[in-house]
């Protein structure tokens, strides 16, 4: 079994595509384990070509500080581990 906290993040979706997938993580994911959830972040991709490249590195970095609190918080999260 899967001790820890799992977190499926989304990025780079219309907020139609943000809808479904919220719907599919509650019905299908969610019931699963409380443990397994979803952070959506904001669309990086400043549209000047092919940039959504930019939303894998920028969707961590919003969810180490949005939901996790780093940096201001490192030391509490000090042994975890993040699996990317």
Given at each position: ?84
């Amino acid at each position: 079994k899967q001790p820890g906290n799992v977190t499926r993040l989304v990025s780079g979706c219309t907020p139609e595509d943000i809808v479904a997938l919220e719907k599919y993580h509650a019905e299908r994911i969610a019931p699963l384990s409380p443990r397994f959830s979803m952070h959506v972040t904001p669309d990086f991709d400043v549209g000047k070509g092919n940039q959504k490249y930019w939303n894998k590195p920028h969707g961590i970095l919003n969810w180490l500080e949005g939901k996790m609190g780093f940096p201001h918080n490192a030391e509490e999260h000090k042994d975890d581990i993040i699996i990317i």
